[in-house]
């Protein structure tokens, strides 16, 4: 099996279960503040303060074109995208499962459209948006370098990147589970950057950027200031 293949058949699992993921990712029912606990070493508040500081390169009352690569099952950004009714907002994933679960919480947003495919060939026109979302995608996308130059490629000059993911070398439980787990299950795909690999790849791709860490997450914000992809 490819490793796409895998990525997706891992993916159509987790999106069978939406209840789980959706409870896991907000850190709010039983079964999913324990996994927060137990691999993530956080609780709710942590999972609120790393989500915020990844959406903080979203401006209030944004009304341009924004991308959200991956949307996932949509829980952590339907309820924005419902207050900013005139940005026009595009949501990709690989998974035709997860996608199905955004479409039920972004239901009635006729302003939010919902499209499945791959973030290294992303089908829009380079400079298409003005920001480009990216909550928990990395760790799990297979080809990573594609999904960087994609991104740049897609984000329009002076435009925002903005997002968080799995870090390495910031908490040893939270990696050996990783390693041991989420790798073979085929939900997050090595390699993984440390929090300051990310921090130098961000200013070197995009531009001057922020990054902060809630155990291993990394949360970010970049500029795209360069004219090239490097
Ligand atoms: C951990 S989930 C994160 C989803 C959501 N942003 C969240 O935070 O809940 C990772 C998502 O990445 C998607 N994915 C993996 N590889 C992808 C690719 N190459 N292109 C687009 N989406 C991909 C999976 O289908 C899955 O929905």
Same mark, same amino acid.
């Given at each position: 099996?490819?490793?796409?293949?895998?990525?997706?058949?891992?993916?159509? @699992?987790?999106g069978?279960?939406?209840?789980?993921y959706?409870?896991?990712?907000?850190?709010?029912?039983?079964?999913?503040?324990? !996994?927060?606990?137990?691999?993530?070493?956080?609780?709710?508040?942590?999972?609120?303060?790393?989500?915020s500081?990844?959406?903080?390169?979203?401006?209030? @009352?944004?009304?341009?074109?924004?991308? $959200?690569?991956?949307?996932?099952? @949509?829980?952590?950004?339907?309820?924005?995208?419902?207050?900013?009714?005139?940005?026009?907002?595009?949501?990709?994933?690989?998974?035709?499962?997860?996608?199905?679960?955004?479409?039920?919480?972004g239901?009635?947003?006729?302003?939010?459209?919902?499209?499945?495919?791959?973030?290294?060939?992303?089908?829009?026109?380079?400079?298409?948006?003005?920001?480009?979302? #990216?909550?928990?995608?990395?760790?799990?996308?297979?080809?990573?370098?594609?999904?960087?130059?994609?991104?740049?490629?897609?984000?329009?000059?002076?435009?925002?990147?903005?997002?968080?993911?799995? !870090?390495?070398?910031?908490?040893?439980?939270?990696?050996?589970?990783?390693?041991?787990?989420?790798?073979?299950?085929?939900?997050?795909?090595?390699?993984? $950057?440390?929090?300051?690999?990310?921090?130098?790849?961000?200013?070197?791709?995009?531009?001057?950027?922020? !990054?902060?860490?809630?155990? #291993?997450?990394?949360?970010f914000?970049?500029?795209?200031?360069?004219?090239?992809?490097?």
């Amino acid at each position: 099996m490819g490793q796409e293949e895998r990525i997706q058949n891992a993916y159509r @699992g987790l999106g069978g279960k939406r209840t789980f993921y959706d409870g896991m990712i907000t850190c709010s029912t039983l079964s999913g503040r324990a !996994v927060c606990r137990l691999v993530w070493g956080m609780g709710r508040a942590e999972t609120q303060d790393y989500l915020s500081a990844a959406l903080a390169g979203i401006p209030e @009352g944004f009304s341009g074109r924004l991308l $959200e690569v991956p949307v996932g099952t @949509g829980i952590l950004t339907m309820p924005l995208y419902r207050e900013m009714p005139e940005a026009e907002i595009t949501c990709l994933d690989y998974s035709p499962e997860m996608l199905e679960r955004a479409k039920f919480w972004g239901e009635g947003l006729a302003h939010v459209r919902f499209q499945q495919g791959d973030v290294g060939a992303l089908p829009f026109g380079d400079g298409s948006f003005d920001i480009v979302l #990216s909550l928990n995608g990395f760790h799990a996308f297979p080809d990573k370098e594609a999904a960087w130059r994609e991104i740049f490629r897609v984000l329009r000059p002076g435009g925002i990147f903005c997002g968080c993911f799995y !870090v390495t070398g910031q908490n040893r439980r939270t990696d050996w589970i990783i390693r041991r787990l989420y790798v073979p299950k085929g939900y997050f795909t090595p390699p993984f $950057e440390t929090a300051e690999s990310l921090r130098h790849r961000l200013e070197e791709i995009f531009g001057p950027a922020k !990054v902060r860490t809630v155990q #291993s997450i990394a949360s970010f914000a970049c500029q795209k200031v360069k004219e090239e992809y490097s």
